[in-house]
């Protein structure tokens, strides 16, 4: 089982980015999936989430109207599409496996991790 995620970078306040997770070794399909944060000094956080069964999607309020969270089964990859980022926004993000995704945000336990991808939004 592995999750890959991709798409960190160095962008202004303001800009967007898009990041992927492909995953492989199971079938997206009956997974939820959940991206995560951790900046530096700080916890992870849970960021969003959409669920394996209706697609049902949760942000936290500190994304909320700005990031978006979509999968596409048939590429096995899901998506979180940043805009309006800020320099606060700027940690390392990773994808996993929830064991849910409810309106409070990913359910433990996080059954799989994937590496981090950094994102870092200049003032």
């Known amino acids: 089982v592995q999750l890959q995620a991709s798409g960190g970078g160095l962008v202004q306040s303001g800009g967007s980015l898009r990041l992927s997770c492909a995953v492989s070794g199971f079938t997206l399909d009956y997974y939820a999936i959940g991206w995560f944060r951790q900046a530096p000094g700080k916890e992870r956080e849970g960021v969003s989430c959409?669920?394996?069964?209706?697609?049902?999607?949760y942000y936290a309020d500190s994304v909320k109207g700005r990031f978006t969270i979509s999968r596409d089964n048939a590429k096995n990859t899901v998506y979180l599409h940043m805009n309006s980022l800020k320099p606060e926004d700027t940690a390392v993000y990773f994808c996993?496996?929830?064991?849910?995704?409810?309106?409070?945000?990913?359910?433990?336990?996080?059954?799989?991790w994937g590496q981090g991808t950094l994102v870092t939004v200049s003032s």
């Open positions: 959409i669920s394996s069964s209706d697609g049902s999607t």
């Open positions: 996993a496996t929830p064991w849910g995704c409810s309106a409070y945000g990913p359910s433990p336990p996080v059954r799989y």
